[in-house]
Each structure stands twice: as C-alpha cells, then as structure tokens.
C-alpha cells in the first residue's frame, strides 16, 4: 500500500523568506509520481508542482522547487521569496504508475507573517 | 476555459436523510473523481470514471454511497442514508487523459454537515 506522510500540521514564515514543507512517501512501485497541491480558505485545490520519480532532476516553477531524495522517498517543497497569497493548506500527494489514484498526506497549513 | 463545477456549495441535514452531490467537470476531461476530505485530512479517494465507467471505486461504502456519471460527462454522488461520520468536504476533480502524471483540476467542493 502507498502513504504519504507530512510531520509538520503547521509551519510560518514571513513574507519574502524561504520555507521548506517536508513529505515522505512509501511505496512498492518504481513507477510513480508526486504532487504538492495547495488548497487556499476557499477550498479550490491547485497543482503547485509535480515530479516524475524516473526524473533526477528536481522540479521547479517560478518561486516553487522540490528536493526529491529517491532512496530516501522524501519529497520537500521549498518556497522562495514567500507571499502573502502563498498562505494554505499544502498538501503531497502520490500517485502510482498506470493509474491517477493519488494518495494524499494530511497537510501542512503555511502561514505568511506581513 | 471554465473550470470543474459543483453544487451545492454547503448542505446541512439530519442524519438517516439522502442527499445528492453534482459535479460538471472541465469539458472534454475523460476522468472524473470524487474525493471526501474529512476535517484535518487529505482528500480520499471515492471513486474514479473514465468516461462513463467505473474504474476504482475500492474506497466507496457501497451500502450508502452511489455513484453515476452518464454520458461520460457530468456526474452525481448519492448518499442515503447519511452517518453522522459523513460530514466532511466532498471534492470533485477531472483531468483531461489517464495516467499517472496528469493533473487534476479540482471544484470548490460541497462542504456536507451532518446533524
């Protein structure tokens, strides 16, 4: 069975710092791939970032990046240059290969400081 | 491009009612998914469609949930009677091919309150 597992229910940061949101993930496939969603108070979720795991290369998007430790199946999101608007629910989630089921961690609620 | 629909937005019943849920996904998206989201968890998994087919619904009690989705297009979810263990954010998601990798694109949610 694939779970994904985020230790941290709550993180801050301040505005225009960095932050890392932290994920391990399990699973007996070696086909697979990861999400980092984000689900702002009004509850619409947004894929903010994904990773193929046959990929060494760490993802990134604009202020958005990812650590993918393979051996270690962890999968941390890295924010830079924090925003106010970057304040919600994050959550990881994993998906195995041949089909979209994704199995979501339990989230991490960011808060931005002004 | 308009996104994935959903209504009601917030519904409040007794427990022992039914309720019915309506999702319109993004047009021409094959696969539709219904996740429930419990209060301080991630979104799980109810069922998945492709088209009008079912192709996971593993994770759906069976004894009160039901599921539709004729047409391949948009999809109702049924619940009757409710539990109070029930309550919870009802998410509905498409995403245009199968696949892994594929993003889901996901509807506000219906936010159902069980009395």
């Known amino acids: 069975a694939q779970t994904v597992t985020q230790s941290q229910p709550e993180m801050s940061v301040q505005e225009a710092e960095t932050v890392t949101l932290s994920c391990t993930y399990d699973?007996?496939?070696?086909?697979?791939?990861l999400f980092w969603y984000k689900q702002p108070p009004s509850r619409q979720m947004i894929l903010v970032i994904r990773q193929e795991a046959y990929k060494q290369q760490n993802a990134t998007e604009n202020r958005f990046s990812v650590n993918f430790q393979k051996a270690a199946k962890s999968f941390s999101l890295k924010i830079s240059d924090s925003q106010l608007g970057d304040a919600a629910m994050y959550f990881c989630?994993?998906?195995?290969?041949?089909?979209?089921?994704?199995?979501f961690g339990k989230g991490t609620k960011l808060t931005v400081n002004p | 491009e308009a996104g994935v629909a959903q209504s009601p937005r917030y519904k409040i019943i007794e427990k022992r009612q039914s309720v019915a849920f309506w999702c319109n996904p993004i047009s021409g998206h094959a696969t539709l998914y219904w996740y429930q989201q419990i209060l301080g968890q991630g979104p799980k998994l109810l069922i998945q469609?492709?088209?009008?087919?079912?192709?996971?619904d593993s994770q759906l009690p069976k004894d009160r949930f039901s599921a539709e989705r004729l047409k391949g297009v948009d999809s109702t979810l049924k619940i009757q009677p409710a539990k109070l263990e029930d309550s919870a954010v009802y998410l509905c998601a498409s995403s245009l091919l199968a696949g892994g990798f594929n993003e889901q694109f996901f509807g506000p949610g219906t936010r159902l309150t069980v009395l």
């Open positions: 699973t007996s496939e070696s086909d697979y791939y």
């Open positions: 989630a994993l998906s195995q290969g041949g089909s979209e089921k994704l199995v």
């Open positions: 469609f492709q088209n009008n087919g079912v192709v996971d």
